[in-house]
């Protein structure tokens, strides 16, 4: 392992974002200031005041813009960069696709927060759920270190020439993004040296090799584009395994697509993204010293959408909890319940599952809630059945 | 060492964000494990409002905000007919409250019948030492008095440290000085 670890110092998750945005340096950001992201634009804007990056930073009147700035800085061969929350990437909905679309390497950081209404800005998943088939690549994190660290993996996903899709890293507003935990930071070379200068491959700027981006494209080509797209993002479950063992290998974490705990041998566990795998942690170090076999998955990247690493992860295990910070108005239960449900649908295994929506707003989750969960599949897996597939769990009756 | 747990309750703007964070820092400077954060709300300036504290030898997993904290620390101390402030508190738990009221006294108020109840006036020593009313650093040397997960030593160096730069050296040492009073005149019972 590379000896590039310095000693941990304290900082929130927006300002271990901010940092890893100044030693990427990148070419272009455009950004707007919303809660709770607003720490990484204002950080990483004295960055740029203070000379400390080369950035060109475009302050822009909307997210809208943002994004549109974003586009025309990457299209133009430009490392481009911006961050938002909620609302924000709302604004943004109709860029966020277009950015796909037009295959730019983008790198967005994304603060996960409720979108309105009502007006809340406590965290849930809404945000980027929404944004689930838009074309992005999502990294969902733990915490700030895990944050710091796709941020910067997230560079080299993005402009890797057989992937070039923009990719979203989330983290959990105000839960990572304002809690100051140790961060242990790289140095500023290595990151460089590991991000690279990036090429674009075609350029707009080249004038000797002309191209067009985003022309109008009806009933001819239209469906091949987007077929492309497609392919692009299934082939990034085969290249982002080679760019995890790079970072692995430069700074010393080991990256996969899912993270798992005690889930080998588990016969009940919880499906959970970003914080509050970790809040799920210490209840199952709990459960074991009762002699129940509890385990977690957590899928670090959701799109796209790990598959054959879940199946596998889940090979063992008899009864699952889906736990959605998000709700689909589906009536059919949340984003990553009916993703795992559909990839389990197609597998040889066949766990009892069900879903629990919960912390929606920001409503706190606790390691007791976690429990009443795990109690649930005890009992589900004792009847051989789920009393109700889908659950709201903190949520006021 | 388990994990210890503390819970801020002051007013926005009297310094509890700030007071739990430099406590985390000092605990992480000497290796810790630590985790630092507000509880956001709708804040403004005089509203309650809480922050909390976890040090551990262990990595931390948890991102639950803190709801059975070891040690309650009180920086203002209105709060305590309005705000329940002993939620949560076991039974081994600490309360600790700027006031110059005696523990007796703040154990009635509050109605906590076990642990350990410290009182210290430091607004006061803000007063005296700082020539502010900003009794956050002194109720840091409130708690280095029933916890030693980090020694009045260490948290003097960093306050030196960190300080010295922005507020120069007369602040820094006032503020030295404010910890260790409030160390030296708790009062528990």
């Not at chain 1, 938002?84 to 943004?92: C, D, R, V, W, Y």
């Not at chain 1, 759920?129 to 560079?155: H, K």
């Not at chain 1, 129940?292 to 598959?307: C, E, N, Q």
Request: glycine fraction near 8%.
């Amino acid at each position: 392992m590379a000896q590039t670890k310095s000693k941990k110092i304290p900082l929130t998750g927006d300002q271990a974002v901010a940092t890893a945005m100044k030693q990427i340096d990148p070419d272009v950001v455009a950004a707007y200031p919303i809660t709770p992201q607003t720490e990484i634009v204002m950080y990483f804007s004295n960055y740029v005041a203070n000379g400390q990056v080369s950035t060109e930073l475009i302050p822009v009147e909307s997210e809208h813009s943002a994004m549109s700035a974003c586009v025309g800085a990457s299209a133009a061969g430009a490392r481009t960069m911006t961050a938002t929350s909620a609302n924000g990437l709302a604004l943004m909905w109709e860029i966020v696709y277009i950015a796909a679309s037009l295959r730019l390497p983008i790198i967005m950081p994304v603060v996960n927060r409720a979108l309105s209404g009502p007006i809340n800005i406590h965290c849930d998943h809404s945000d980027t759920m929404g944004a689930r088939d838009s074309g992005w690549i999502q990294i969902y994190c733990e915490s700030g270190q895990e944050a710091y660290e796709n941020t910067i993996l997230a560079v080299r996903i993005a402009e890797h020439k057989d992937i070039l899709l923009p990719v979203m890293i989330c983290q959990d507003g105000f839960i990572t993004s304002h809690a100051v935990e140790g961060v242990q930071l790289f140095e500023d070379n290595k990151v460089k040296e590991f991000v690279g200068e990036y090429k674009a491959a075609h350029p707009l700027l080249d004038v000797e090799n002309p191209v067009t981006y985003g022309p109008l494209d009806l009933q001819d080509y239209y469906f091949e584009h987007k077929r492309q797209q497609s392919e692009s993002m299934r082939g990034a479950l085969k290249i982002i395994p080679g760019l995890f063992k790079e970072f692995e290998k430069t700074f010393g974490t080991k990256y996969d697509f899912i993270d798992t705990y005690k889930l080998e041998d588990a016969d009940i566990a919880i499906i959970a993204l970003s914080s509050t795998a970790g809040t799920s942690r210490g209840v199952i170090d709990e459960l074991r010293g009762q002699g129940i076999k509890a385990g977690l998955l957590r899928p670090r990247v959701f799109r796209p959408f790990p598959r054959e690493k879940i199946i596998d992860a889940l090979k063992n295990v008899k009864a699952v909890a889906v736990l959605d910070r998000a709700e689909s108005f589906s009536a059919e239960g949340g984003p990553l319940y009916t993703e795992i449900k559909a990839v389990l649908y197609n597998s040889d295994i066949k766990p009892l599952v069900t879903n629990y929506i919960y912390g929606l707003g920001g409503r706190d989750i606790f390691p007791d809630d976690i429990k009443k969960v795990y109690s649930d599949l005890s009992a589900a897996l004792k009847n051989k059945k789920v009393s109700n597939p889908i659950n709201y769990l903190g949520s006021r009756e | 060492m388990p994990m210890v747990e503390i819970a801020w309750h002051g007013r926005g703007g009297q310094g509890a964000k700030t007071a739990s964070q430099f406590l985390g820092e000092a605990a992480l400077d000497i290796g810790k494990y630590i985790q630092a954060f507000p509880e956001y709300g709708p804040e403004r300036a005089g509203a309650p409002m809480k922050a909390f504290t976890r040090i551990s030898d262990e990595p931390i997993y948890v991102h639950s905000s803190v709801s059975e904290p070891d040690i309650v620390i009180v920086i203002d101390p209105t709060l305590l007919g309005s705000v329940n402030v002993t939620e949560g508190l076991e039974d081994n738990g600490i309360l600790l409250v700027n006031t110059e009221k005696s523990p007796e006294d703040i154990r009635k108020i509050v109605n906590f019948k076990h642990g350990k109840v410290g009182t210290v006036d430091a607004t006061k020593i803000a007063l005296e030492t700082l020539k502010i009313p900003m009794p956050n650093m002194p109720m840091l040397g409130a708690f280095l008095k029933v916890n030693n997960i980090v020694s009045i030593d260490e948290v003097s160096e960093i306050v030196k440290a960190k300080f010295i730069k922005k507020l120069g050296e007369e602040k820094t040492k006032a503020n030295i000085e404010g910890i260790k009073r409030a160390y030296s005149e708790l009062r528990l019972g």
